[in-house]
Each structure stands twice: as C-alpha cells, then as structure tokens.
Nanobody, 118 residues
Framework: QVQLVESGGGLVQAGGSLRLSCAASRSIFSFNAMGWYRQAPGKERERVACTAGSSNYATINYAAFVKGRFTISRDNAKNMVHLQMNSLKPEDTAVYYC?????????WGQGTQVTVSS
C-alpha cells in the first residue's frame, strides 16, 4: 500500500509564499507521474502541476493559472515531491493533494489546507 503524506500548508497573506512537500512511502522512480491537485470549496478538483516520467529528465506541466508562480520539483533521494508557491492569491485557497500514478493505479494523499488572505 502506497502512502503519500503532504505537509507545508497553512495561512499566508496575498503575495506570500508556501512550500508544500509530499513524502512517498516507496521510491518515486516507481511512479510514472506525480503531481499536485487542488480543490476549493464547491469546486471540482483540478490539476496544478505534474511531473511525468520516472527519470531525472521528467517532463513538467503547469496549469495556466499557476505558471510563473508555482514550481514543482522532485527529490529522488528522499522520495519527495515539492510545490513551491510564490505570489499567492486569495483564489489559490484550497486543499492541495499530492497525486502519484503507477500504471492504472492512482494514489492520493490526505490533503493539506492552503489559505490565502487578502
């Protein structure tokens, strides 16, 4: 059973930064993709950023609404994925989930709350 544990959420003022971390219970090389999603109250879950491929040369994709502000990165040695979030806006307020895909199986973390005050 794979476990993904997120950390780093919290309350921040608009314009501030947060760094989310996701720790996986097994080597992230075993996943064909990892990423971050978010879900705001009353809205559907949406993809924020993802890194596909299990090598050091994984491709990265960002949602248009975070390009230039968020950066996803991998720490292969520690089996972790991070999401650096800068220039945060109130509309970024949501529960952020770590996601990993292995073949046809998708794993989710429990989520971490990010609240951006105006």
């Amino acid at each position: 059973q794979v476990q993904l544990v997120e950390s780093g959420g919290g309350l921040v003022q608009a314009g501030g930064s947060l760094r989310l971390s996701c720790a996986a219970s097994r080597s992230i090389f075993s996943f064909n993709a990892m990423g971050w999603y978010r879900q705001a109250p009353g809205k559907e879950r949406e993809r924020v950023a993802c890194t596909a491929g299990s090598s050091n040369y994984a491709t990265i994709n960002y949602a248009a609404f975070v390009k230039g502000r968020f950066t996803i990165s991998r720490d292969n040695a520690k089996n972790m994925v991070h999401l650096q979030m800068n220039s945060l806006k109130p509309e970024d307020t949501a529960v952020y989930y770590c996601n990993a895909e292995s073949g046809i199986v998708t794993y989710w973390g429990q989520g971490t709350q990010v609240t951006v005050s105006s």
